[in-house]
């Protein structure tokens, strides 16, 4: 059985409270109008969320890694799109600084990351370097002390609302996936600039596009980790960030559940409330157990994380079934509502659409099948 500690008790409750009374009443207009959520965000700052599992010596709040899965899963519960900013804010952009970054590098930029001056961004997908990351085309050449960069990015989370992007680029294209270099790349970088952004189905309020470099110059002290190492950086990040992914999925089904239930309780149809027919029983005793077990695996994996032990296949495992089971629960949770389940006057066609997408970022279901496998039988 999982128990909290009282101070992981005390954060859920702070997080919810924050999620319920700010996040959640901004969270429709966000999706409707496209609506980048810095209110949300100086919030998040504010009780210090946006550097929760970063030491205190860095400028976070020094919390353990399950405390800010919590937080991740509250407010996905409230608002998806604050969620993912958030989660990639810190599982990606200051976890690369925090592990891998030199002591200058982690002053000038983590301090910023942690207390939420700075916002971060993960910058990996290429037009040809999806799934298969080692394939990254983008050139990075070395010209004295700066880097000359040329490529182009996309699908790249908070493009354009980023103050840093972690960048991954080929310094030495003969050697493939072992050529890799991550960089710090700040927004107002000289040849860097921010493409179109995407059209999405969900996850209206968080910026989803390209990043375009030509002749961009990055100084070489901007190098995170070694040269040609940066794929096995990036991997290592993947394996926190799936975790997070799979904390906002339980939050999104969380949601999705609880609506459903409210709305089965109090729909009448042959003068009896829905809820008490067995068909609509069946599918939410089916969402209650799914989410609970999605639950369980993303604490599971957080918890192995929090110990320092291997969570590479727990990680894809939690991703793998929290982002179904999301999947799954707010389609039911749309049945359930029926025609009302359909129109935007109840949240859950957004929860749907929000859904989605967490089957395929930070590695597909088919990718993280691939991941669990190969530990399997390595």
């Known amino acids: 059985m999982f128990e909290m500690s009282e101070e992981q008790q005390l954060v859920l409750e702070t997080v919810r409270r924050f999620a319920r009374e700010e996040v959640a009443p901004r969270a429709a207009r966000v ?104 394939a990254l085309s983008m050139r990075a050449v070395r010209k004295g002390d700066r880097y000359i960069v040329n490529g182009t990015k996309i699908f790249i989370t908070s493009a354009g609302a980023a103050d840093l992007y972690v960048t991954f680029v080929s310094t030495d294209p003969s050697r493939g996936a072992r050529g890799i270099t991550a960089l710090l790349v700040e927004k107002d970088t000289p040849g860097f600039r921010v493409g179109r952004l995407e059209e999405k189905m969900g996850l209206h309020g968080s910026p989803t596009g390209e990043l375009i470099f030509e002749n961009a110059e990055v100084p070489v002290e901007n190098i995170l980790g070694e040269e040609n190492k940066g794929f096995s950086l990036a991997m290592s990040l993947l394996e926190g960030g799936r975790i997070g992914i799979g904390a906002q999925a339980v939050g999104i089904a969380t949601a999705a559940l609880e609506t459903a239930v409210a709305y089965a309780r109090q729909r009448v149809q042959f003068r009896q409330n829905i809820a008490s027919f067995q068909g609509i029983q069946f599918m939410l005793a089916d969402m209650a157990t799914a989410v609970d077990a999605a639950r369980l695996l993303v604490y599971r994996a957080a918890s192995l994380k929090d110990r320092g032990q291997p969570h590479g296949k727990e990680a894809s495992m939690a991703k793998l079934f929290a982002t179904d089971t999301a999947m799954q629960v707010t389609t039911n949770a749309v049945q359930v509502l029926g025609g009302y389940g359909y129109c935007r006057e109840y949240p859950v066609e957004r929860y749907m659409r929000d859904a989605k997408v967490t089957q395929i970022y930070e590695g597909t279901s088919q990718i993280q099948r691939l991941v669990i496998a190969r530990h399997l039988t390595k």
């Open 31 to 134: 999706d409707r109008e496209h609506l980048f959520p810095r209110e949300n965000l100086e919030g998040a700052r504010r009780l210090g969320l946006m550097g929760m599992p970063i030491p205190e010596r860095w400028g976070g709040a020094g919390y353990d890694f399950l405390s800010y899965m919590l937080a991740v899963e509250e407010i996905a519960k409230a608002c998806a799109s604050t969620a993912v900013i958030l989660a990639v804010h810190t599982s990606m952009a200051c976890f690369s600084v925090l592990n891998f970054g030199t002591p200058a590098q982690k002053e000038k930029y983590l301090t910023q990351l942690a207390g939420g001056s700075l916002l971060g961004a993960f910058a990996i997908t290429e037009p040809e370097a999806g799934s298969d990351a080692g």
